[in-house]
């Protein structure tokens, strides 16, 4: 039993072996060019690092795909159009409030949510796809 473990991981350690990097020279001008990229574009790539983390929840996707396709919904109306009770969907509007990616506005008792504006630009790439989804083919 011992010989078979240590065979096992011996294995595994050459297949890890084998997923290191080599290369003859390292292309400075490239690798240069690209930290210039990164470092020119931070600010949208944090913002959009934001979007995508809060929207790795489903539900906080479909919310912030209703609040991208309507001007501002309340916690009541996403409750009736998602089947779930005011107190999650609020929660998750929380989530968002928090993580600066929607606004909102107070009308006697209601809250009323919409997407800030900055980040209307980089959304509408993201669901424009959802448009060629029910021909059988995202973009």
Same mark, same amino acid.
């Given at each position: 039993?011992?010989c078979f $473990?240590?065979?096992?991981n011996?294995? +595994?350690h050459?297949?890890m072996?084998n997923q290191?990097?080599?290369?003859l020279?390292a292309?400075?001008k +490239?690798?240069?060019?690209?930290? @210039?990229?990164l470092s /020119?574009e /931070?600010?949208?790539?944090h913002?959009l %690092? &934001?979007?995508?983390a809060?929207a790795g929840n489903e539900?906080?996707l479909k919310?912030?795909? #209703?609040? $991208?396709e309507e ?7 996403? *409750?009736?159009i998602l089947?779930?009770s005011?107190p999650?969907? *609020?929660?998750?509007?929380r989530?968002m409030?928090d993580? &600066?990616?929607?606004?909102f506005?107070? @009308?006697?008792q209601?809250?009323f949510? *919409?997407? +800030?504006?900055q980040h209307?630009?980089?959304?509408? %790439? #993201?669901?424009s %796809? $959802?448009a060629? /989804?029910g021909?059988?083919e995202?973009v």
């Amino acid at each position: 039993m011992f010989c078979f $473990f240590a065979k096992r991981n011996h294995e +595994k350690h050459i297949a890890m072996s084998n997923q290191t990097c080599i290369r003859l020279y390292a292309d400075r001008k +490239k690798i240069d060019a690209c930290k @210039e990229k990164l470092s /020119a574009e /931070a600010e949208p790539i944090h913002e959009l %690092s &934001n979007i995508l983390a809060l929207a790795g929840n489903e539900v906080r996707l479909k919310i912030i795909y #209703l609040l $991208f396709e309507e001007p501002e919904l309340c916690p009541c109306d996403l *409750s009736d159009i998602l089947g779930m009770s005011v107190p999650a969907i *609020s929660q998750h509007l929380r989530k968002m409030k928090d993580g &600066n990616l929607v606004d909102f506005r107070r @009308e006697g008792q209601t809250l009323f949510y *919409s997407l +800030k504006r900055q980040h209307k630009d980089i959304l509408q %790439s #993201l669901f424009s %796809s $959802f448009a060629h /989804a029910g021909k059988g083919e995202l973009v």
